[in-house]
């Protein structure tokens, strides 16, 4: 008896963390449920109201567990909206799109079922779709103390909606942060799974309060052992570079905060041996989560609607395409504050060499243009010392050599650079810190094209192309020229941080697209319950 009623206890327990793990407020959602490739979707991300996050990512994920790609989207006062480019290339299919936050990839991930068709094979020759089994669906709350009113049940195409939403007082005090509100083409024949998924593996519990944080582990590739002690280099190449550096605990590993970077990043990710035999090898951590176990799948039959649906949105995608009409509108991305400095401190003096006459390699550059600076090039073994004007005699060391920011030991890689190759040139004729590290000069080199392709890739030296945090968006307006250029849009309203009122006004344009349409409201009570309200109408 006592063995059951411990095993009762046990199961309990087990039942109550599995259900703490679906936090309360932790949700999202997306424009629409089926999409062509080449499309951009739309989000929206309600975060746990305890998060302590920066940053939700996204991505998607094809059935088989394949992470196609991702978007990282800034959190603010617990909600974040972005969206996501599908690529072109999809085969027609089922995928999965993942919302969850770094500390908690191991636990919990929000899983939005949705559907794409390639825009160039279409559905011909497809008579059955891969549908998510027994998946336990997210049920959202509708409520009726939200009531959307002057909402026609049929519009003409390229007519007027004015519609009112009206939310209970007792209702509004209730209500977390800011609304969602979605006016899009709808298809009743396919409703998607959208559910918690839990699991125990995963990566570290981060916390990126401030920002993107980028992991990886250094081994010795003579033992394949964790390398302590290493020091590594993270660099942004800029006019005036982003630098970081980490010395690499006993497990290896090594953090650097990417902060306020938005759109593209160029990153560079390099380190260096304590001896010169000493051979390392730098293994970057994925920045998005596992796949971790998938759910399985069930075939399930196409029906006629399904089908004529899907080849009407490939050919509004398609001439959407052609005439360049854009579904976003990108906002200016909030301006990064920086130094008037590079990490390296004031320069002592700086030369410009393409305003000179034409020098073919740099033993001459140096030798014309760079005063305090020694360049040698004996059997293609080059060295470089710099002078230290307050102790009038030249450093031993060679100097820190920065191109674009970037260090460098081996200095072949610019004994072939001439004044038509360098845009300017930083000496620092003195000792220089940053932290704990010490340069006998800086000879800051900054290359006319930034190309970075006099700069080898190895094991030790790592160039990334890192999204960072996504660029603020809305929807665009109608990009329509000419009167003969029919208005393909499939979202024609689309407001994810309404702030809520007792009154809402919705006033949009159906386009020529003809078929079912839904407007939606969907918010957080304080209490971490997801509410909706929705109205259908068909525009003909």
Partial sequence: MKKQIIISILFLVVAMTIKAQKSPGFSFYTDRDEYVSGETLLAKIYTPSENKSRIVYLDLVNKYG???SGVSTVIKNNQADGFFQLPDSLS??????????????????????IWISNRFDGLEKTNQINRLLDSENIQDTRSSQIEIEN?????ATNSNIGGTIKIDETLLNEIDGNLMVCVAQTDPSFIPASYTWSASEGKEGLNEKKGMILTGTITDKKTSEPASGI???????????????YKTRNNGRFYFLLDNYYGSVQAIVQCFGNTPAQRLKIRMDELFAEPGTLPKFKQQSINEEFKTNQIRNIEAVTFQKIFGQNKIKLSTPPVRIQEDYAYYGRPTSTVNPHL???????TEVSRELLAGVKFRNYNNEPTMQVINTAKHYYFEENPLVLIDGIPIRDLNLIKDMGTVD???VDICQSERFYGDLRFPGVVAIYATKA???RLPESDQFIRLKLEGFQ????????EISESSIPDLRQVIFWNPSLEPDRILSVNCNTSAITGQYKLIVRGRLKNGTMIFAEKQFEVK
């Fill in 471 to 478: 660029v603020p968006s809305s929807l665009a307006p109608p």
């Fill in 231 to 245: 020091t590594v280099y993270l660099t942004i190449p800029d006019s005036i570079p982003g630098f970081q550096y």
């Fill in 451 to 453: 190309d970075y392709s």
């Fill in 356 to 362: 000179f006459i034409d020098l073919p390699n740099f």
């Fill in 92 to 113: 027609s299919g089922t995928y999965l799109l993942r919302a969850y936050l770094k500390n908690t990839a191991a636990k919990l991930k929000i899983i939005r079922e």
């Fill in 66 to 68: 394949t992470r196609i």
């Fill in 151 to 155: 909402i026609n049940p049929a519009y």
């Fill in 422 to 424: 360098i845009k300017r």
